[in-house]
T-cell receptor, first 111, second 111 residues
Framework: ETGVTQSPTHLIKTRGQQVTLRCSSQ?????VSWYQQALGQGPQFIFQ???????GRGNFPPRFSGLQFPNYSSELNVNALELDDSALYLC??????????FGPGTRLTVL | SQQGEEDPQALSIQEGENATMNCSYK?????LQWYRQNSGRGLVHLIL?????REKHSGRLRVTLDTSKKSSSLLITASRAADTASYFC???????????FGQGTELSVKP
């Protein structure tokens, strides 16, 4: 158990819809990173939030956006869902050290 | 694009045998981390090795890092059926930066 939680566990949406995924970071961690993992692939970095500000972004379009709240929990929002957005979405929290602790993930299916 | 290349992509061994997985990366790193993932669930952090370290141990795990060859290996000794999982290496370039994952090695340990 890493202390990082994500909700929901599973989600089914249709193309064009919008989705919000949530992540609660481990106690004492002020940084949250989001990753997308397609089936059979390694996770791909989406973006990172540090103290409520975006602190780096991967190669994802603007319809992927995020927020971090004062308690360091975070949301990932995806607009105009596409079939290729179907994946496992992972969040990871980290503190002063570089070790990132991952949540169990949210499995998103876009039909 | 993903930074790391892992080898082999799949490995099948008998319980009690050792398992070795290799990872290569392309550019200079701050540290390298190994993660385990069971059946598409969250990633479990196994071990972190810094760029100025050459070898690190944790229980049955032994990780080596060769920065001149830009490669790392993970050795699991006396494997157990419970070690069956996908194993990923991930590199990080700067303090607090994003993790860049390889494609992973799928390990199957037969009882």
């Amino acid at each position: 158990e890493t202390g990082v939680t994500q909700s929901p566990t599973h989600l089914i949406k249709t193309r064009g819809q919008q989705v919000t995924l949530r992540c609660s970071s481990q106690s004492g961690h002020n940084t949250v990173s989001w990753y997308q993992q397609a089936l059979g692939q390694g996770p791909q970095f989406i973006f990172q939030y540090y103290r409520e500000e975006e602190n780096g972004r991967g190669n994802f379009p603007p319809r992927f956006s995020g927020l971090q709240f004062p308690n360091y929990s975070s949301e990932l929002n995806v607009n105009a869902l596409e079939l290729d957005d179907s994946a496992l979405y992972l969040c990871a929290s980290s503190g002063q050290l570089n070790e990132q602790f991952f949540g169990p993930g949210t499995r998103l299916t876009v039909l | 694009s993903q930074q790391g290349e892992e080898d082999p992509q799949a490995l099948s061994i008998q319980e009690g045998e050792n398992a070795t997985m290799n990872c290569s990366y392309k550019t200079s790193i701050n540290n390298l981390q190994w993660y385990r993932q069971n059946s598409g669930r969250g990633l479990v952090h196994l071990i972190l090795i810094r760029s100025n370290e050459r070898e690190k141990h944790s229980g049955r795990l032994r990780v080596t890092l060769d920065t001149s060859k830009k490669s790392s290996s993970l050795l699991i000794t006396a494997s157990r059926a419970a070690d069956t999982a996908s194993y990923f290496c991930a590199t990080i370039y700067n303090q607090g930066g994003k993790l860049i994952f390889g494609q992973g090695t799928e390990l199957s340990v037969k009882p």
